[in-house]
């Protein structure tokens, strides 16, 4: 209550907000506020939002003190990206692509892949344009869309909550579903490969598939490609660009800061991302860090082994889905009003977290308010922390085995 002249009249509303901020999700409290290291246990190891607990690679570091100390560095740069970035991201893309890359039509710098997928959104899309994306998605896709007046269609990807091993594989599209999710004002399908949360790394026969349906329909495709460098067990990343006609119909996106561990920097603005391409395959640098990124995604994997319980193998990203069905808490558990009222995961993330002392991230966020039941079935684990981390919450996991109710 603002007190202004003396009077007591309520002015927290004087200006609303426009009506896009709550069709987008941006007036309710999201999840990353709730399962905020603010608000759990101090000693709470985060295993919940995706960022990493270690540096940048050393000379990822050194790049940007240099480019710290430049002139050029410090000042604006080039509308569509700095060239020396371009050049670079150039040199890295074209064999994979398959093509000659024109930097100047067809490579752009953004803020991170946040601000480059909203810049596609602001391009293409006119008021009531529908955006079709799979879920569970990633949650920003949903205020970008709503933001520059598109609609969301959801399809939801089918996990297999049959067999006991499942892998990120065994999330299906329906694609029967999906061409029924097509209209006339259809405008676009979002492909979000390997796949956050899920771990789906996106077949060529699945992807042939899409790339039919926006063919015949005429449709955009959004490829959102940000873990492209982190698949496991040999599984190809397949780029969609690279299938015959798509080429022109898609706008691919990458992000520097899943690639290089600097979930900060966002890309380009102090150069150290074109060093980082420039040296990437002399290092060896992605062979590591797969290496790396797979012993850390094995020890949660042992620890899900280990107490028996239900999860998907991801095959790319840094996430595990683990299936919460079987977990179980006091019914009078003192939970917060911030997770009351929303999926059984937020319960059961909220009292992992306090009682077992590691965060995670209910997936039932991930999907529109129709398809909670899917999602909240599941947790969110990130394996982007170093392998200590890892081993002390696997450590502390190992207590759920007294919460697991075993006919589940
Ligand atoms: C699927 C997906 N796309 C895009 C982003 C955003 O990337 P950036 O940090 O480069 O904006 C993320 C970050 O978590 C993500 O998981």
Redesign the pocket.
């Known amino acids: 209550m603002a007190q202004i002249n003396g009077s007591t009249k309520d002015r927290s509303n004087l200006i609303p907000f426009s009506s896009r901020l709550r069709e987008g999700r941006a007036l309710a409290q999201d999840v990353w506020s709730i399962f905020n290291a603010a608000n759990l246990p101090h000693d709470c190891i985060n295993l919940g939002q ?1 960022y990493m607990n270690f540096a940048p690679p050393e000379w990822i570091q050194e790049a940007a003190n240099e480019a710290l100390g430049t002139v050029s560095a410090s000042h604006y740069s080039h509308p569509r990206g700095r060239p020396r970035l371009r050049e670079a991201l150039k040199k890295y893309y074209e064999p994979m692509i398959g093509r000659t890359l024109n930097t100047e039509k067809e490579i752009l710098v953004t803020s ?6 909203y810049s596609v959104f602001v391009a293409f899309l006119e008021e009531g344009d529908e955006v079709i994306m799979f879920e569970p998605f ?1 949650d ?1 896709y949903l205020p970008s869309v709503t933001f520059n007046g598109g609609k969301p269609v959801y399809v939801p990807l089918h996990p297999d909550t049959t067999s006991h091993k499942t892998t990120s594989n065994d999330w299906v599209v329906d694609f029967e579903e999906l061409r029924r999710a097509i209209t006339s004002r259809t405008k676009m399908i979002i492909v ?1 490969t390997p ?2 949360p899920v771990g789906k790394v996106f077949t060529q026969t699945e992807l042939e598939k899409i790339a039919a349906l926006a063919e015949e329909f005429n449709l955009l495709i959004m490829s ?1 490609e ?2 492209d460098t982190l698949t496991f067990d040999d599984k190809e990343h397949v780029r969609i660009a690279t299938l015959p006609g798509m080429w022109d119909r898609t706008v691919t ?1 990458g ?4 690639m290089f561990n600097a ?1 900060g920097y ?2 380009g603005w102090l150069e150290a991302a074109a060093a980082g391409l420039e040296q990437i395959v002399e290092r060896k640098f992605l062979e590591k860090q797969r290496r790396e990124y797979s012993e850390r995604r094995q020890v949660l994997i042992d620890c899900f082994d280990s107490l028996g319980l239900k999860y998907t193998r991801p095959e790319g ?1 840094y996430f595990i889905l683990l299936d919460i069905g079987a977990i179980t808490w006091p019914e009078d558990y003192p939970f917060p009003e911030s997770v009351k009222g929303r999926g059984r995961d937020f319960l059961a993330c909220w009292y992992i977290a306090t009682e077992f002392g590691v965060s995670s991230i209910p997936v039932s966020e991930f999907y529109c308010e129709e398809h909670v039941s899917i999602g909240e079935r599941y947790a969110r684990f990130a394996f982007c922390k170093d392998v200590e981390t890892l081993r002390q919450a696997a450590c502390r996991l190992q207590n759920l085995r007294s919460v697991i109710k075993t006919d589940a």
């Open positions: 995706g991170g892949a946040n601000e480059g997928q990633f920003q979000n796949h956050n959102d940000v873990y996106v992000s520097a800061g899943k979930t966002r890309v990203s």
